[in-house]
């Protein structure tokens, strides 16, 4: 089934700028949702970003205007550019996809990537 693999993860002063991207494996897999995830240890994780099969985009309010949610062409990876990064968005960020890999069906989880926003 899909595999997910994270990466662009990092320290960043407040105010600056880092991009995720998150890229599934297999060949013949296809997507139909996928989304950026965040978790702070001993917090839930919560939902950041969509992005729909049709390409329609959601936000959670906290991040509306500064991150972005996109995905490659053929759609087996997703990046989230993150801007204007404050304190608040230190977390370890997730991607989930879900979709059909050789017609079998998965919910699959990037192994994570910490994000530090901290002058």
């Known amino acids: 089934q899909g595999q997910l693999v994270e990466s662009g993860g990092g320290l960043v002063q407040p105010g600056g700028s880092l991009r995720l991207s998150c890229t599934v494996t297999?060949?013949?897999?296809?997507?139909?949702?996928s989304g950026w995830y965040r978790q702070v240890p001993g917090k839930q994780r919560d939902l950041v970003a969509t992005i729909g099969s049709d390409g329609r985009t959601s936000y959670t309010d906290s991040v509306k205007g500064r991150f972005t949610i996109s995905r490659a062409t053929d759609k087996n990876a997703i990046f989230l550019q993150m801007n204007s990064l404050k304190p608040d968005d230190t977390a370890i960020y997730y991607c989930?996809?879900?979709?059909?890999?050789?017609?079998?069906?998965?919910?699959?989880w990037g192994q994570g990537t910490q994000v530090t926003v901290s002058s």
């Open positions: 989930n996809m879900k979709g059909y890999d050789a017609g079998v069906h998965f919910d699959a």
């Open positions: 297999g060949n013949t897999v296809a997507i139909y949702s």
